[in-house]
């Protein structure tokens, strides 16, 4: 089930970041094996920005995700080297962002209305320009940044959204069914190295199995959105 339950009674763009608390960084379930091998099928799910030298870059990141799987999946066996590797053997999406406001690197198989190779090499800003109401917290971008890079224990957010005609990806075809999606988006800085890693957890349910306890909050975002807001967030499938 998605986790719709841990947004307020109405629609909001503000940030919404919490403590982590006792919650997972990376998070594993039942779907691991569907999760992974959606993602090895993928295309063009894999994009790097010059800023993110294989040379230096790429080892700390890498080594700092091994470090948080040794941490909370001790009996659990892991074979990576590469950013590249490393995105095919974890649930979540991954993105890496610089101190200097630039998305650096993305392994992504799950986006949510959005191409991640239109993102790539962005600045905050630019990422977020197209949500509507979020001009206001965007002048505070390099806030925004810094918190990132400097969250040093991690903290999340949860984004809710919906899409049509597929269920996690294209790849599980759902034609005509509109299907909603949470994102449990957490957030680790790397503060010495002016990184920041950003983990994107999706999880998708078709709108006709949700319940009534859901759909009445539904309909209570709807009311709360304004027409522009609508028109971005509610389903029609960008991809």
Not at 12 to 26: E, R, S
Not at 35 to 44: A, F, N, P, R
Not at 140 to 164: D, F, L
Not at 169 to 191: A, I, S, W
Request: hydrophobic share 35%; with cysteine.
């Amino acid at each position: 089930m998605i986790d719709w339950q841990k947004y307020g009674p109405s629609y909001t763009v503000a940030p919404g970041i919490k403590k982590i608390g006792d919650l997972p960084i990376i998070e594993f379930d039942d779907q691991e094996d569907r999760y992974l091998e959606l993602k090895k099928k993928t295309k063009e799910n894999i994009f790097f920005d010059p800023l993110f030298n294989m040379a230096t870059v790429e080892p700390k990141v890498v080594n700092k995700i091994k470090e948080i799987l040794k941490i909370e999946y001790p009996n659990k066996n892991f074979d990576f080297d590469t950013f590249e590797e490393m995105g095919y053997t974890i649930q979540e999406d991954i993105a890496i962002f610089h101190r200097s406001n630039k998305l650096i690197a993305l392994h992504v198989s799950f986006p949510s209305s959005w191409k991640p190779k239109d993102k790539i090499g962005l600045s905050f800003a630019s990422i977020h320009a197209p949500v509507p109401g979020m001009t206001k917290f965007l002048e505070q971008e390099q806030t925004y940044v810094n918190m990132m890079c400097n969250a040093v224990k991690p903290i999340i957010r949860y984004v809710w959204g919906e899409h049509s005609n597929y269920l996690l990806n294209p790849l599980e075809p759902l034609d005509g069914v509109k299907v909603m999606h949470t994102e449990r988006q957490t957030f680790l800085g790397m503060p010495e190295d002016n990184l920041g890693i950003f983990f994107i957890r999706k999880k998708v349910i078709p709108f006709n199995d949700t319940d009534v306890e859901f759909q009445t909050w539904y309909e209570q975002m709807k009311l709360s959105m304004s027409e522009e807001q609508k028109a971005y967030k509610l389903a029609n499938d960008k991809n």
